[in-house]
């Protein structure tokens, strides 16, 4: 998914430019997902929400959050047999689930495993 990420995001670099979009690489949304436990637990919600890893990718020159980039197209994989696509606008605070299998998951399951990621997201934009 990686390799495939990065080939379509460098195919298609000045019409992302443009439309100020993004691709974001897997280990984003499975790093959200990682951390949703700790972060539902944290009472103060940004040190759980960030770290270097993620403080340097929301940084990178040209591709800031709400500078440069109004929308990311990022893959999640849902019970490690499961890939969606989540195209998040930053603008309007909208994820869109894009899911080859719509009646693969309940919605009860799909609010679930995007909780870490709607949850996190207003406080990494804050970075």
Known sequence: MDVMMEYVGSLHA???RQSRAMFVAPWFSAHLQG??????????KT???????VTKFLTTEGKQWGV???TLYAPMIWD???WVGLCIRLT??????LDPRPGYK???EVATLMAPVVEMLPYLAKK
Not at 92 to 97: E, G, H, Y
């Open 14 to 16: 000045e019409t992302l």
């Open 35 to 44: 951390k949703g436990r700790s972060f539902r637990a944290a009472r103060r």
């Open 47 to 53: 040190l759980i929400a960030a770290d270097s890893r």
């Open 68 to 70: 440069d980039v109004d």
């Open 80 to 82: 490690g047999d499961h």
């Open 92 to 97: 309007t605070w909208d994820v869109l689930v």
């Open 106 to 108: 309940s919605v009860e």
